[in-house]
């Protein structure tokens, strides 16, 4: 469903530019549940937004269903992008309107009519199980609860590729634990759905059936790596 070929990303830093992902290459399949493992500020979100269309990388390519995503006006890659759902860390949106507004505003956009894309959207917030939260403004949801409508929004659309950017990290560890047991919960009802998620701590990683280290702008254990750089985790994660 997804695939990076030798992708470079550069950041400017100062009067440098540096190599946030240097020449990464890796493959989601459907079905996959990979995550990306590494610390804070080491490219992980440019990663996803790369995956999502919304950085161009500086070199190599990135293919959605086996096809090149390249640079044509923003209205041609849309019905590509289509198929994309990302729950960014920081859900940043207008305050005030309700949650459900948001949630069904990718719909709207794309020229649904409004009763089918509100009933979509409270589909998807029921589904996240933060419903109680449907009337609510944007500002008044916990961490834990704004990760979850981040991910009805991305859910509305019945993306093929799913894209989170560490779910729960600025949740308690009960909501964190509930949020990746979701994440699990979603993946195993949509067989045919890739699921690409990121974090900055093995906790993070729970269920993952594949995990990727990125670190000084390498990726590794991306394609045949040696023994030990791919993680299994069980389908629960357990506290001792």
Known sequence: MLAFEHVTRRHRLGRERVAVLDDASFEVWPGELVAILGPHRVGKTTLLRVAAGLEVPDAGTVRLDGEALGTPPSGERTPRLRTVGLAPKSWRVARGKPVLDHVALPLLAEGHRLATALAKAHAAIERVGADHYTNASADELAPGDETRV?????????????????????AAPDERDGLLRLLRS??????QLALLVTSCDVAGIAGAG????????????????????IVAFPARATQT
């Open 186 to 191: 979603i993946a195993a009802e949509h067989p």
């Open 150 to 170: 981040a991910l009805a929004q991305a859910l509305v659309r019945d993306p093929r590729l799913l894209l989170v950017d560490e779910p729960g990290a600025l």
């Open 210 to 229: 594949r995990v990727l280290t990125l670190a000084d702008g390498t990726l590794r254990g991306a394609s045949a790596p040696p023994r030990g750089e």
